[in-house]
């Protein structure tokens, strides 16, 4: 992961705001740019969160930031965990699958309204990412995609994780030799 800090924000006349774009431009790789100063304790606690964020949610593995695709691991891996949600074999998540996914991975069920909106934005941000009243293995990528896009890697690394993915996106052996 890449993080730039700009330090001594207290003795600079004037934000390098300008120069921070252009390198970000130039250095997609870049998770985070910003500016601190430890004298004034101006951003030291946001620039540790988002150090720790970016090791333990690193988007490089996952993200293509060029092409703004998921990469073939990435796509993988979550395709794995489609088809292993997918307990009725139809290439579509309905309901229950979706909120058996959501219970599994984090604890919790949407509201119905929640799931409509989930599908509501896929249908409208894809063409083949809804079929029926389900979500399809394309609008499964697309949500991650976007949750990605978002900054919120860790939606994503907490289903990989859960399905037994390493930060390296290799399945545990638990996972795929079981005893």
Do not use: M
């Not at 859960?162 to 005893?179: F, I, K, N, V």
């Amino acid at each position: 992961p890449i993080i730039i800090a700009g330090n001594k924000l207290d003795a600079r006349q004037g934000a390098g705001e300008h120069d921070v774009n252009s390198l970000i431009e130039a250095f997609e790789e870049i998770d985070t740019c910003l500016e601190c100063s430890v004298l004034a304790n101006v951003n030291i606690s946001e620039l540790l969160y988002f150090a720790q964020r970016a090791v333990i949610h690193p988007r490089a593995a996952l993200y293509d930031t060029r092409t703004h695709n998921l990469k073939p691991a990435a796509e993988a891996a979550l395709r794995r965990i489609f088809y292993l949600c997918d307990r009725d074999n139809d290439g579509i998540l309905n309901d229950d699958e979706l909120q058996a996914f959501q219970k599994l991975c984090f604890n919790g069920v949407l509201s119905p309204e929640e799931l409509r909106g989930v599908k509501e934005v896929v249908r409208v941000s894809t063409d083949s990412g809804v079929r029926g009243n389900g979500i399809t293995c394309s609008g499964f990528f697309f949500l991650h995609r976007n949750f990605i896009e978002r900054q919120r890697l860790e939606t994503t690394w907490i289903a990989l994780r859960r399905y037994g993915y390493g930060d390296d996106l290799t399945l545990a052996r638990a996972y795929s030799r079981p005893a």
